[in-house]
């Protein structure tokens, strides 16, 4: 402020006056506060460091284990062996889907290239067509990230393909009886963002393989968490130089293969990348208590 020209017994005063501001006082408190949540959730992320982490692999886990084990404690596992008397993984061709649902109207994700932020304004990139049309630009696609059937697509898609949500196992073990899922598909190189959700997920696999890279809760000071669940933070290549703070990140890499589910416990951040050709179905309808969206801050487009 006298570097500006302000008389040093001016500044002085207002500086004191500043001090005395029941509103800096607040944001120092909050400040403080803030600190103190970072130090313990950085805790955590310091002792995930200690040793190389990895999604285990349980065959046909028992439900109380899955509850006590994972559920409860909020930590991912792939479950394998659940879908081996299944029809879907063999039954969901291209040709079967088509013959089966291709007149029905379905809705797609398209112009994803186009948009850096096609996950967040995915209200934009909404295309109807008839299924039949959609699998065989599929198969002809090769890879891209251009368009993709996604959970975003469920309230116009869920009574279209209903019929095959038959075909799976009711996973009583896990879920509600009468459970339902949210139906993806899409070709090689679909990418959905670095992102948490505000519930438990099941992944499972039906065909193709996935990628996923997974980040503990307890690093979402430094996911760079842009605007309500979302991460700029690209998981196809970590760019340090412009985000620092990954250095420090421990993260989990696996690959979902065919006929495995992938549990994502609420609020570890996600990064999926298809490697093939891939159908997975996602479903939230636990047996156990899984409202945190209920208790989720409000006005989180920062």
């Known amino acids: 402020m006298v570097q500006s020209g302000i008389a040093e017994p001016a500044a002085r005063a207002e500086v004191e006056a500043a001090l005395r501001s029941p509103y800096l006082r607040g944001v120092a408190r909050l400040h403080n506060r803030l600190a103190k949540r970072d130090w313990v959730l950085g805790i955590q992320s310091r002792l995930n460091q200690l040793a190389p982490a990895e999604v285990p692999r349980r065959a046909r886990l028992a439900g109380d284990d899955f509850l006590h084990q994972y559920y409860r404690r909020n ?39 186009a948009d850096p932020d096609y996950e967040m304004n995915s209200q934009s990139h909404k295309r109807r067509m008839p299924f039949g049309e959609y699998v065989a630009l599929v198969r002809d696609a090769g890879v891209t990230n251009d368009f993709y059937m996604t959970a975003n697509n469920d309230g116009h898609n869920r009574a279209a393909l209903q019929e095959l949500m038959r ?136």
């Open 167 to 302: 075909d799976l196992p009711p996973l009583d073990a896990y879920l509600q009886a009468g459970s339902s899922g949210f139906f993806w598909f899409g070709p090689a190189g679909t990418v959905t963002p670095f992102h948490h959700d505000l519930t438990n997920n099941f992944m499972i696999q039906v065909a193709g393989r996935k990628r996923v890279r997974l980040v503990a809760p307890c690093d979402t000071p430094r996911m760079y968490n842009q605007r309500h669940c979302f991460s700029p933070v690209d998981g196809r290549h970590i760019d340090l130089q412009r985000f620092p703070l990954m250095a420090g990140v421990a993260v989990i890499d696996c690959v979902l293969e065919p006929g495995e589910i992938l549990f994502l416990p609420v609020g570890w951040w996600h990064f999926v990348e298809a490697l093939d050709v891939t159908i997975t179905v996602s479903t939230t309808h636990f047996k156990w208590d899984n409202d945190f969206y209920s208790h989720y801050p409000a006005n989180q487009d920062f």
């Open 75 to 113: 930590q991912p596992v792939i479950i394998t062996g659940m879908l081996d008397d299944s029809p879907a993984p063999t039954r969901w061709t291209f040709d079967y889907l088509a013959a089966q649902l291709g007149e029905r109207e379905v809705e797609v994700q398209f112009g994803r290239n």
